[in-house]
């Protein structure tokens, strides 16, 4: 009988050992400031580029769907926008690294970028 009931407690207890374990892994809160993170380091990766301040382009939107890399590369997969404005982003955006953030390895984002002078 005791065997029976110290055999319960084992399981009882791994399971919430392995419970806790995977709420730790995948914290929604981790994921949200390393989120925050990816979006301060591109914009400040992004800036009104140099190239059209000399043209009569005031305004422009560049919308652009990018994924995270395993090795924190980003990965425009689709994006729309003045052909001036989105080769220039995209020229950026590719030679950015993130790093330790491979918490949002694999994942899709869009951003959408207002230049104006």
Known sequence: ?????????????MIVFLAYSTYATIDPTNISSKENKMDRVIA???DFP???KNDNCNKATVSVDLKVAEDGHIIVKEINGNPTFTSYVKEKLESLVLKKMSEL????????????K
């Open 1 to 13: 009988m005791k065997t029976i009931r110290i055999f319960k407690s084992l399981i009882i207890a």
């Open 44 to 46: 400040r990766a992004i």
């Open 50 to 52: 140099s190239i059209s």
């Open 105 to 116: 390895t694999g994942k899709s984002f869009i951003y959408r970028f207002v230049f104006s």
